[in-house]
Each structure stands twice: as C-alpha cells, then as structure tokens.
C-alpha cells in the first residue's frame, strides 16, 4: 500500500522533472507496438529474404519511394534506440532496420545515372564501385528498377537520420552485426553527398546562403518547399560527420567545412521557414519560393508540386513542424525554436475545448488549412502539428492535457495506410518520449531510462451512504471516459474539506482518489448506472472543467482527513518516502548534470576520435 505522502513525493518529484526538459504523455502508446504495425502492414520483403521495402500509395506515391524508405529507416532506428541493446525485442527490430537500409541501398545502386545529377566524389562506396548516396525517389514495388528520377530531399534526410540513430543504437554491441561498418560508412558518405547535391548555394552581401533544392536536379531559389528544412537534422549530421571522420580517412579540415556548411545550411533554413510562417497562427505553406534577395524577407506561392496547393497547410506543409520539434527536442531552446513553434503552440492551444481541437486560421501566405485536420485519416496533418506541444510555454493553461489529448488522438488511429500510418508511428514516439530520450544517444551520452509509466488508481469504493463535506456542494458532468475510467482536473483550488466522488443515477456513489494529479474514479458500469455525475463538496468548491484542458489541482491542499492508516503505517510511509525521495533527488542531480553536458557542450564538433 503507497501512503499518500510517499504519493505525493513521487509526484512532485516527476513534475520537477519535466520541468527540466520537452513534455510528453504517456498516453500516446508504445513506440514498439507502432513499429510492428508498420512492418506488418506497410513492408515486405524481396524475393531474397534479405532486403525490404516500403511500400507507398496515394499522391504523388505508388511503388517505392524514397519518403516512405527513409520514414521506415526513421521508425526503426527511433525504435532500436529507444529500446536499448538489453531489450528482447532489440534485435528483432535492428534485423528489420537493416533490412530496410538494404532496400535504401539497392535504390541507391539503381540510382548510377547521370539522371541521378549529383557529384561522384562524395559517392557511396561497395567494394570497388561508387554510387549515388541519394536515390531516384520513386521504384516500382519489388525494387527492380526506377519509376521515377531524381532524388528527394525530404527522404534524403529522414533516411540518414534514421541510420545515424541506428549506428549508434547498436555501436555498443557492434561486434555482433557484421554489417556495422557497411552502415556506418554509407552514413558518413550520405552526410557529405546530402550537402553538396542538395543546395545551391549564393553568397549576398558577403554572407554564404546554401538553399536547400527540391533534388539535385531541380528547384531550391525558383521553388522551394518549407516542410524539407530539417535543422535538427542536419545538426546531427554534422556531429555525425564530427565524431566519424578520422574513422573513415577524413582529417579536421573536412570537419571544419561540413561544420561551416550545415551551420550555413540551419541558417538560411531557418531564414527561409520563418519567412514564409503566417504570423499570428505560426502555420506555413506547401509551397514557396523563396526571397532571392534576402532568404528572411518574404517571398511568395508562386511555384507548387506533389498536386498540392501551394498556400495551402496542408500534407507537405504540416511536416515541416516535427522538424523544427526535432530540433528543439534534441538541441535545446533557441531563439528560432521559439519564433518558429511558440506561434503554432499559442494558436493550436486556442482551438482546444472540451477535448478536441478545432479549426486552424489562415493569414499571411497560408490561404487555406487541410480539412478535418485531426480526423484519424490525417495523421500526416496532426501528428506534426501537434508535436509542436512538446514545447512547454508557461503562457499556455493546462498545456500537459491539451499534449495528453494529443496523445489519445494518435493513439486511437490505426496504421493501415501508407502516409498516415508513417506519421503515426513518427508521433507516437514523438510525443511519448523516445525521442527526447534518443537524442541523448545521438548527441554522443548514455540512453536515459524509459519515460515511467502513471501509477494506476486504486479500485473503486462502493459509499453506502453520501460523502460528508461541509459548504456548497456543485454537481457536474464528468470530465472525460476512457472506457471505465473517469478522470476529473479541478478548474478551482481545493479547500481541505474536499470531497470528490461519482454519483450514479441508481443512487449509489463511488468516492474518488487523487492520483498523478487528478482524480480518478473507476464507477462499475454494470452497478453505476447513468446519469454519472461529479460531485464535488466543500467550502471552496467548485465544478470540474469539462474539458481535458483544465487546470491542475494544488496537491498541498488535498485533504487526507478521511485517511484510514493506522499510525504505524504513516510512519513506514513517510520513512519510505524520505528514502525514496532522497534516491530519486540524487537522480535528478545526475540527469540535470548529464542533461547540461549532453545538450549544451556537444555543439561543438569533436576535436578527436
């Protein structure tokens, strides 16, 4: 039995820990259980039993593309570090991720043409041949040849991403995956080949502006598309390319470049994004061509592809907001973080009401938002949007619900399309924590342990008589149901003559417990019959909030006048949780340390290997 002081203990001390870093919820699902479904149901393998393929549909899609690869190489590397190497299911899902980087590599070798429009030098290497690290985008389903040419930055990008985390997921343990340097080096390789193919660069009143193209072979200053600009992305690039280069024959010189040219590159990516973002809702456009005077001013929606509008928030603009969540969540707070995604944040959190979010505004160069954005059909729109949350603004009431909200919304939608089931997968370890977690590994420091899961209320007491409780006494409609449960956010302080509990419409009522920071009921639907209300009592009471987005009750003031322990076990529990509390302080202190080193001091490139 937890006393309610060691309760409370372990509360305050996992609100003081999120605090310190991105929110999360625990609500949005497992990371694992996503990345099954999305083998299951999205890939297959070859003929060879050793390469597999994702495959797409709808838009601009069909066959394989290089989106969906580079989406299953981030699902899989995500999911393999998040894990960690002791897990049992570990090597199940590395196996997989190879194999999805097997199917990435044979579109690369099916790439060698000069319809491929990058340079060789920085090619990908097997045995004696060289390749293109970058692939035509689009493959028929068995990986037979090219559908379509040229490559795609968008899956470029994604598709490193995810081997970078998968490297150094298994770089421990390396001695068991005879094809760690294989993926080590084609990383390394991609790193380079993805800067020198996919930006034109112009130089403006003495100051470098590498503008990321839609392809080697095509757009960039005459059209653009704001969702492929990926900074968190390229930072870890060039940290990549940082820690790896002596291991593959570079010296300090090449660090020093690539370091300049992807800071050049985040840059003028933020320049560009930030431009092109609509003021008071923070949303972008699908499409865009850039200011070629000045990436920070303004441009225009003159250019478009993919069949989508282009001023239009819509399946290609929504991306570009994880983006930027990846940035934050990995490297920190900066000021283009916060221009970028406080906006968004205020403005999603305005739309939020009694559980559910509702209509997103146009303004600026955004002349229409996808519709029914956060139908379960649309995760590809909401899954991004909404990772903008992760954020924490202290300007935003009951932001932890609205992100709890989020996280159900993603956890009722099934993978069983192509783009909606990836971004899916990509949400549910966005907002569940793994990939703040992740990041840790890919900044170069130890896996932190697994975001914990909410302690479960206890069972529910049947009250053969009403609850005393003296003052007013409000009866209100239950906050939200999940299945049995009810959970109820108090929208006033609580007075110690608190009582909270469940009145059915038999008569009979269910007293209610507080529990991580809300209370909790669990009426027997069988015996609680409708109309369910809340009840609350006392002298400074008040109606719960109807919606999920209600303010937190003050835990101090709980009142424990109904407790049933005996003195002795109030004494073990307050033992108990000095002990506990004391460990858990201690733990703090080391993750606050390890969080100061891994997240501020690894922005500068290693000097050695």
Known sequence: MINSTLLRLLVVFVLIHLSHGALKTTYAGSTLDRFNQFITTLTTLLSDGATRAVHSSGGAAGGVVSEGQGYGLLIGGITSASLGS???????VVTKTYQIFKGWKKM??????????QATVYSCTDGSTSYPCLPHWKFDDKLVGAAETGNAPDGDEDAILGMIVLVMATESVKSQYTWWNEVAKWTYQSCKQFYTSNTDVKVINGVTHPMLKLGACWGGWDCNNPSYHAPGAYRAFLNYIARYATTFGDNAATVTQYTNNYNN????SYAVILADQCDTSGLTTNWYKPNSVNPALVGDTSCSGSGTPSGEYGAEAARGVWRVALDYVWYGDTTNTANYLDPIIKHVASTYSGGSFGSLSTCGLVTAVFSQWT???NAFIFGPTLSALLKPLSTVSGQQAILDSAGKLVAGTNINAYYAGAWTAITTFTLNGDLERVGSLVRGGPLPPPVPTPPVAPPPVIIPTPVSGSGQKYTCSYAYEELTWIEINMSVTMASDTKVYIECGSGKQYSCVYNWNKWQCNPSPDQCTGPRNVVVKGSNAGCCDLGRGCSKAVFSQFDQSSSTNTAEEVNA????????????LVGLLVFLVYQVKTRYYDFKPLETI
């Open 375 to 377: 139908a379960p059909s």
């Open 265 to 268: 590159l985040i840059a003028t």
């Open 86 to 92: 002791t897990h049992t299911s570990f090597n199940d």
């Open 108 to 117: 690369c070798m099916l790439s060698l043409s000069s319809a491929s429009c």
């Open 573 to 584: 529990g307050l033992v108990a949780g000095i002990v506990v509390a004391s460990l858990l």
